[in-house]
């Protein structure tokens, strides 16, 4: 059985930083794209950032230059640091694996990962 587990949300100052991490286990993890989600109270499910078996990413316009996703495949560990936080940033935060080319960028569609984790709150105050 998959599973995903994420952690590091919490409650952070605006400017403030935070690292999540997405723990992996049941699945071959190097062989998948990795993606981070978010979902904040009445908006849609947006993808963060993404990054494929091979290396690649992607970050969104509205977190580039703040957000860096990276993989330990040796710790079958996804991360996201995120830094220079803002208020919009709040929301809950979904680790997700999914079939993707090594050799290109991740997918950016959520149709693409067919596994989920339950999700991580981060709150940013002002």
């Known amino acids: 059985q998959v599973q995903l587990v994420e952690s590091g949300g919490g409650q952070v100052q605006a400017g403030g930083s935070l690292r999540l991490s997405c723990a992996a286990s049941g699945l071959t993890f190097g062989n998948y794209a990795m993606g981070w989600f978010r979902q904040a109270p009445g908006k849609e499910r947006e993808l963060v950032a993404a990054?494929?078996?091979?290396?690649?990413?992607f970050h969104a316009d509205s977190v580039k230059g703040r957000f860096t996703i990276s993989r330990d495949n040796a710790k079958n560990t996804l991360y996201l640091q995120i830094n220079s936080l803002k208020p919009e940033d709040t929301a809950v935060y979904y680790c997700?694996?999914?079939?993707?080319?090594?050799?290109?960028?991740?997918?950016?569609?959520?149709?693409?990962?067919?596994?989920w984790g339950q999700g991580t709150q981060v709150t940013v105050s002002s």
């Open positions: 997700a694996a999914g079939r993707g080319s090594m050799y290109s960028g991740p997918p950016r569609s959520s149709l693409s990962y067919e596994y």
């Open positions: 990054i494929s078996s091979g290396g690649h990413t």
